[in-house]
């Protein structure tokens, strides 16, 4: 099979734009790119018209729920602990149809804002609720998406001083056994993997530390990488301070978990010396803006983090704290989070696009595989229409995709097959998709409601006053 996008606007994020260009595609590989009509094509290549078009890597998600889709605009107003606290009890009624329809839902909606790769964070198993992880790497397959699943967990309930309940945890035996089973099962180490397993405990407020170890452990004998939740709010640096007497970055290197082969969710609440581990150790995060903006936990240090070489990919974060985010849209919102903080240098539209690209390739530890359009690479790319009618006044077409509202999409390849075609789907049927999404979360309430939980309906926070401090909302406890 052999593709051929020409008159295209490149925007390779390694290495220099291509004004009007061509990208050549063999088989699922970039085979060359470069300016003016490509040189050499042979009579059986399928032909794609660029022209008013960007194209850039696939974006990369680093950091999702996929099945909180489910559970969307409950508890508006709530702190992050509030928002857990009201909807863990949500989430232990989930079973696998519900991961089903939120994972195509979610999946599908990833493509149509330009993703290609994906991972999950998937950290509640419910027991007899059927195969959960299972579930999500169907409709990954289905959807099209190249698919980092993340088996996680919580063995830390409230009676362990813990902060959630411990009907939604499991046993430290079981978690590690699931896991090994889920990594052998699934992972796919190749180049041009499809689905690659990660380890992921959930955060340092319901995984305990032999979890955190043994988990560290497991993943490394098995050659796959760690993730996990870390310094996303200051309740979080309380916590850890008051249970280990250190803060989230230290605890985490007396775990053995800092390293290249780790990324972590948020990182929003560092010092400078946190900064320094990171970079150092070469242990990534995801940024998620959105997510931290609608919980009010502050705004992640990325301008620094970036300038002391720590490696920062972009995530949406499950859609219960960020309702709908589109991957593109994170691009700007990253943008105009450093930029309110630090000052319009703070980040430019080229150093947002790596962040979701190349900045989340290297999180997955695929950097010389994704995230960037380079020959030999992996053919994952979108093609924005940035030359339509209210879009083509900014000339710079990076900017008008990262400044601007989420263009439309003339294509999304992975792997050189097409995903989206003129803003639609190809692959699934993308009203089947959005129905089965709003059918798991009709199916998640009333299987939360026939267990008495009356969360599901809960939409506000807890009314308690809130104090600002220092740009961040905190909820008077007392
Ligand atoms: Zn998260």
Not at 116 to 128: A, E, L, M, V
Not at 302 to 305: A, F, L
């Given at each position: 099979m052999s593709l051929l996008i020409e008159n295209?606007?490149?925007a390779p994020v390694a290495g220099p734009e291509i004004q009007s260009g061509y990208i050549r595609i063999e088989g699922d590989r970039i085979a060359d790119?470069?300016?003016g009509p490509a040189p050499d094509t042979g009579p059986d290549v399928t032909r794609i018209d660029g022209t008013g078009c960007l194209a850039t890597p696939g974006l990369v998600n680093t950091h999702h729920h996929l099945y909180q889709w489910a559970s969307q605009g409950l508890a508006q107003d709530a702190t992050l602990f509030e928002w857990l606290v009201a909807l863990y009890q949500v989430w232990a009624a989930m079973d696998a149809e519900v991961v089903k329809g939120a994972a195509s839902a979610g999946l599908s909606w990833l493509a149509l804002s330009g993703c290609?790769?994906?991972?999950?964070?998937?950290?509640?198993?419910?027991?007899?609720r059927g195969d959960l992880f299972a579930a999500e790497i169907e409709a990954a397959r289905e959807v099209g998406l190249r698919f980092h699943p993340a088996r996680g967990s919580m063995d830390r309930?409230?009676?362990d001083g813990g902060l959630p309940p411990d009907v939604v945890v499991e046993e430290l035996d079981d978690i590690l056994a699931a896991t090994e089973q889920a990594v052998d099962a699934y992972h796919d180490?190749?180049?041009s993997s499809m689905l690659r397993v990660a380890v992921a405990p959930c955060s340092p407020f319901s995984a305990g530390g032999r979890l955190m170890t043994e988990s560290a452990a497991l993943a490394r004998a098995k050659g796959v990488r760690l993730h996990t939740h870390l310094a996303e709010t200051l309740d979080e640096d309380e916590h850890c301070l008051a249970q280990f007497g250190v803060r989230p970055v230290d605890h985490m290197e007396k775990l053995g978990w800092l390293g290249p082969d780790v990324w972590l969710a948020h990182a929003v609440h560092l010092s400078d010396a946190d900064i320094g581990k990171l970079a150092a150790t070469g242990t990534g995060s995801a940024h998620c803006p959105s997510s931290n903006g609608r919980l009010g936990a502050g705004i992640a240090r990325?301008?620094?983090?970036l300038r002391r070489g720590a490696n920062v990919g972009l995530g949406v974060d499950g859609s219960a704290s960020s309702e709908l985010t589109p991957l593109v849209g994170e691009m700007r919102q990253a943008l105009l989070f450093q930029r309110a903080r630090y000052g319009p240098g703070a980040l430019t539209a080229r150093q947002a696009l790596e962040l979701a690209t190349l900045g989340g390739a290297r999180n997955l530890g695929r950097e010389s595989e994704l995230g960037s359009l380079e020959p030999g690479k992996l053919a994952d790319l979108a093609l924005w229409r940035v030359g339509g009618p209210f879009t083509s006044a900014v000339a710079d077409p990076v900017c008008a995709l990262v400044f601007g509202p989420p263009p439309p999409l003339a294509r999304v390849l992975v792997g050189g097959r097409t995903v989206v075609e003129d803003g639609e789907l190809r692959t699934?049927?993308?009203?089947?998709a959005g129905r089965a999404g709003a059918e798991a979360h009709r199916r998640l309430i009333r299987l939360a409601e026939e267990r008495g939980v009356t969360a599901a309906r809960q939409v506000h926070g807890t009314g308690r006053p809130a104090v600002h401090d220092g740009g961040t909302t905190r909820v008077d406890m007392s």
């Open positions: 295209v606007y490149v790119l470069g300016p290609t790769t994906s991972s999950d964070h998937h950290y509640i198993f419910p027991k007899g309930g409230e009676s180490p190749s180049f990325v301008s620094e983090m699934v049927s993308q009203d089947a």
